[in-house]
């Protein structure tokens, strides 16, 4: 990407302020977890009974829990977890919410069938469905985000359906029909093109919404296991001592906020970014 | 017609389903159309909206099935044509649409979309022999070669169409069928736009199917034109016979309501408000019977054959001429 | 009736404004129709919207110019604002009627609305089934109680007459009423129009990019280009002798049923964008006749003969170049 290019992929941002701080704190989020061993003060897990519910203070920035762990290293520490989990649900929600829409909409008989199976997938509340199928699956990081990712999957697929059979009545698709185009290249050179720039927005909010369906899983014993630091763990632990020690509930509690809503503001600025008619007004060509 | 029509349309049947307040209908769309486009021709196709005009180009390109009727070729029959003799359709046979803003994919390049047929059925041998194929087109179509590279947005609505013609020119095919394209232009860019078909017509040898609702289009380029109304040909002929000495009620009043630019030949005044029957509710009779000014008894019973008339390649669908 | 005065509507920041109209002026009067003619992105839809007070918010704004309705300055007044002043009444109508009529409610619904704005409420009814007739609906007393999807395009633009001429209009506004209609039934539409202007004595500031239909109906014709009127004159001088090279480039380049295949003359290149126009004749880049100061001087509106004004240096005379 040249220099311009990446101005313009900035503009949106600069453009409005707290788009830009959404960024920010995205991109700290994510230098959080790359750097966790090395930023975070001291090891998250090393337990010292004799500091334990320290309030906020020099040495322990965000405190101390009921183990005397420090606060804020597990807070970054956590950082990891809730990547990882937001990753693998958007991947998950677009392997197969891509492919499925996309089908569906080009084949209105099997569109019909997986359509109505979609419908009633999405007749649960998304965290219902979760609790469900980590119930039936057992507790673990990768059925958390197969448990989220299926939520989410029907959104997607919903989009991609919806998009892809208005795509497909545009006058370029029938003019590449007529042509003698088959369905493989209407969808790499027609379909799929025009599909990124919503999807990018979707698999931002995805992304966030999975965040908070973590961190639910995790409050209620059901995500991630327990020894390993997470926002949604370290709240669930710290409920206990909500009237003793609120620092506990409040700095993880914030990360899952901030970052959540870092992200919509990232995905408003996105599809601005995205809509040809903003291309037009910043004079870009491509 | 005779053995050296490239293209032999008869009696095509194109028909929809539509759900229309919880019923189901089906919409006969073409009703039993019968053409030829000789090699080297203009064809014009006129009519009004709903006439299913352009339904006979969409099924002649594939775009629509056609549930009647056949579609040959150079004598070969199109419907029913092998993998090859598809191929070899998608590359004769091409269609200019009318909207040049949607017709073009956004993210596609320009030399994308007008390498397009190329691209799909394989004709390019390497890149380079591909830019320059773009490029030739583009030049021959009135664009700078450096188009290839930018994006529809960055073109005026001229200059899109100009691209959509060079898609549909790239190879170059034997048929262009061009589907309303001028009519979404304005009309100093519409003049040359036309100006232009016309010069790749004698350049390329292309014979072409004109649809349009314009017959100051139509009188301009085709040589021969058909009228349809309601699905069916009511008229046929040598576009000056035609336009000049129109014979069918429906070709009168279509002429007769052309807005003429010149303030002394003022045609309003009558007060008019038939419309054309809903297509869901075919007559049973001629379908223009109900605004027609020659109606008689057995027009509301009989539907009329379109029959030649034995000159200048006339052919007329009415009981009372 | 209608009066607009050196109007100029901007888009852009105060500092730099970008005139999308610039400086535009012409007059409707009683049973008279004004026929406003131009390619796409000339302004001329802009002309109307800023005549009605309907500019889009946030957007172009009323820069300079006055709008005088009946003699008084209408200008910076909202419609609703128009009519609680008492002042005098216009209405609208636009190509698309479906877009403008509720999907949902019968036709005879969207009209006596229309007329309770305006109107006592007891003969509503009554008034919306005589509007219909005004308009020459084919049935009228069946059709208020159809949906705007049961109706034919032509119809759906005979309802949207009706609506608009529910507050008994003194201007009425058409923006290429017909453009979307097939010919047979524009010609119905225009005729009706004709018909009305005269019968309810309204003026009417026809908007089109078709010549054709301007010589049909017009009285008058101003036509534009650029944000400009170029040209205007009554129908007949303005077919008769044009004056304006553009003027000559439109009809010329229009296509004839008569004509057979042959080349169309062109006005080549494309009209500029708003903002890229520099000093000198707008039109001059285009022009076949511009000489050299045609790119340079700051023209005014000529007088050619009685009621024939023209925005050119070097008119055309009686068709030929002067």
Redesign the interface.
């Known amino acids: 990407m040249s220099r311009d290019a990446a101005i313009l992929w900035l503009k949106p941002f600069i453009a409005r302020p707290i788009a830009l701080a959404g960024l920010g704190i995205l991109l700290t989020t994510v230098l959080a977890a790359l750097l966790a061993p090395w930023l975070s003060p001291y090891d998250p897990n090393a337990i010292d009974p004799v500091i334990r519910l320290t309030p906020p203070n020099a040495i322990h920035w965000f405190g101390t829990d009921q183990f005397g762990r420090d606060t804020l290293s597990r807070v970054i520490h956590s950082a990891r977890m809730a990547l990882l989990i937001g990753s693998g649900v958007v991947l998950f929600a677009l392997a197969t919410g891509v492919p499925v829409g996309i089908l569906s909409a080009l084949f209105p008989r099997l569109g019909h069938v997986l359509m109505r199976m979609i419908d009633v997938l999405m007749a649960f509340p998304t965290l219902l469905l979760a609790l469900g199928l980590i119930v039936i699956l057992g507790p673990s990081l990768t059925n958390a985000i197969l448990a989220i990712g299926l939520g989410y999957m029907t959104t997607t697929t919903r989009i991609v359906y919806g998009l892809t059979l208005r795509l497909r009545a545009e006058t370029y698709v029938e003019a590449s029909r007529s042509m003698g185009a088959g369905t493989i290249w209407l969808i790499g050179r027609h379909i799929l093109p025009n599909l990124i720039s919503p999807l990018l927005v979707q698999a931002s909010f995805v992304f966030a919404f999975a965040q908070l369906g973590a961190a639910s899983l995790d409050f209620l014993g059901l995500g991630a296991p327990p020894e390993i630091p997470s926002w949604g763990n370290m709240l669930a632990e710290s409920r206990t001592f909500v009237t003793r020690a609120p620092w506990l509930l409040f700095f993880p509690g914030m990360m899952i906020v901030a970052t959540a809503f870092s992200l919509n503001l990232v995905g408003d600025a996105l599809r601005d970014r995205l809509d040809p008619r903003f291309r037009q007004v910043f004079g870009e060509k491509g | 017609m005779s053995g050296d029509d490239i293209l032999d349309v008869r009696d095509l049947k194109v028909s929809f389903a539509v759900r229309r307040a919880g019923r189901k209908y089906r919409v006969q769309a073409v009703d039993g159309v019968s053409l030829a486009l000789a090699e080297g021709e203009?064809l014009g196709i006129v009519g009004?909206?709903g006439c299913g005009k352009t339904t006979v180009g969409r099924a002649i390109?594939?775009?629509v099935q056609a549930n009647g009727g056949s579609i040959r070729f150079k004598g070969v029959d199109a419907m029913g044509a092998g993998r090859a003799g598809?191929?070899a359709?998608?590359?004769n046979v091409?269609?200019v649409?009318q909207?040049p803003y949607?017709?073009?994919?956004?993210?596609?390049?320009i030399g994308?979309?007008v390498a397009?047929?190329g691209d799909?059925?394989g004709i390019f041998r390497d890149r380079a022999e591909r830019s320059a194929m773009v490029a030739e087109t583009l030049a021959a179509v009135g664009l700078n070669p450096s188009f290839a590279?930018?994006?529809p947005?960055?073109l005026?609505?001229?200059q899109r169409q100009r691209a959509?013609i060079a898609?549909a020119i790239l190879p170059t095919p034997s048929i262009v069928i061009a589907d309303e394209p001028v009519s979404a232009l304005?009309?100093?860019?519409?003049?040359?736009v036309?100006?232009l078909m016309?010069d790749l017509r004698e350049q390329l040898r292309l014979s072409m199917l004109f649809i349009s609702?314009?017959?100051?289009?139509?009188?301009?380029?085709?040589?021969r034109v058909v009228v349809m109304y309601m699905g069916r040909i009511v008229e046929r002929g040598r576009?000056?016979t035609v336009?000049?000495h129109p014979l069918h009620p429906y070709t009168r009043?279509?002429?007769?309501?052309?807005?003429?630019?010149?303030?002394?030949k003022?045609?309003?005044?009558?007060?008019?408000?038939s419309?054309?029957p809903s297509l869901f509710k075919r007559p049973s009779g001629c379908a223009y019977a109900a605004r027609c000014p020659l109606a008689s008894e057995r027009c509301l019973i009989d539907v009329p054959e379109l029959r030649s008339t034995g000159t200048d390649e006339r052919a007329l669908a009415c009981h009372n001429v | 009736m209608l009066t607009v005065r050196d109007l100029t509507v901007s888009s852009g920041s105060a500092t730099e404004p970008v005139d999308i109209v610039a400086g535009v002026s012409f007059g409707v009067a009683k049973g008279e129709i004004l026929g406003l003619v131009g390619e796409s992105g000339c302004g001329k839809s802009m002309t109307s919207l800023a005549i009605m007070g309907l500019l889009p918010q946030p957007g172009p704004r009323v820069r300079a110019g006055r709008v005088e309705l009946d003699g008084r300055d209408v200008t910076q007044l909202q419609p609703w604002q128009r009519v609680e002043a008492g002042h005098g009444r216009m209405a609208m109508i636009f190509q698309e009627p479906m877009t403008s009529l509720n999907p949902v409610r019968r036709i005879g619904d969207q009209i006596v609305e229309a007329v309770r704005v305006h109107d006592d409420v007891s003969a509503a009814a009554a008034r919306a089934r005589e509007l219909l007739e005004l308009v020459r609906m084919p049935d009228p007393e069946m059709q208020l109680a159809a949906y705007p999807h049961q109706l034919s395009g032509g119809q759906r633009q005979r309802v949207m007459i009706a609506i608009a001429l529910a507050c008994r209009p003194q201007v009425l506004i058409a923006d290429e009423p017909t453009t979307a209609l097939d010919v047979t039934i524009q010609v119905q539409i225009l005729g009706l129009l004709r018909e009305l202007c005269g019968r309810l004595e309204m003026a009417i500031l026809f908007i089109t990019h078709d010549m054709g239909v301007i010589a049909q109906l017009a009285d008058r014709v101003a036509v534009m280009y650029a944000g400009r009127i170029v040209e205007t004159a009554a129908v007949d001088a303005v077919f008769g002798s044009p004056r304006h090279h553009y003027t000559r480039g439109l009809m010329d380049c229009m296509p004839s049923r008569n004509a057979g295949a042959r080349r169309l003359p062109t006005v080549s290149g494309q009209p500029p964008a708003p903002g890229t126009i520099r000093a000198g004749c707008v039109f001059a880049p285009r022009c076949g006749a511009a000489r050299e100061q045609c790119h340079v001087m700051t023209l005014s509106r000529v007088e050619v003969s009685r009621g024939h004004e023209v925005l050119c240096a070097f008119p055309l005379n009686g068709g030929e170049p002067a």
């Not at chain 2, 003022?266 to 408000?273: K, M, S, V």
Request: aromatic fraction near 4%; avoid cysteine; proline fraction near 6%.
């Open positions: 203009v009004e909206s390109v594939g775009l598809r191929r359709m998608h590359l091409r269609m649409f909207d949607a017709s073009l994919n956004p993210r596609r390049t994308d979309s397009e047929a799909i059925n590279a930018r994006y947005y960055e005026s609505g001229g959509g898609r304005d009309v100093s860019v519409q003049a040359q036309l100006n016309m609702h314009d017959l100051g289009v139509i009188g301009q380029i085709s040589d576009t000056r336009l000049d009043s279509l002429i007769a309501a052309i807005p003429l630019p010149d303030p002394s003022r045609i309003l005044g009558a007060i008019e408000t419309e054309p």
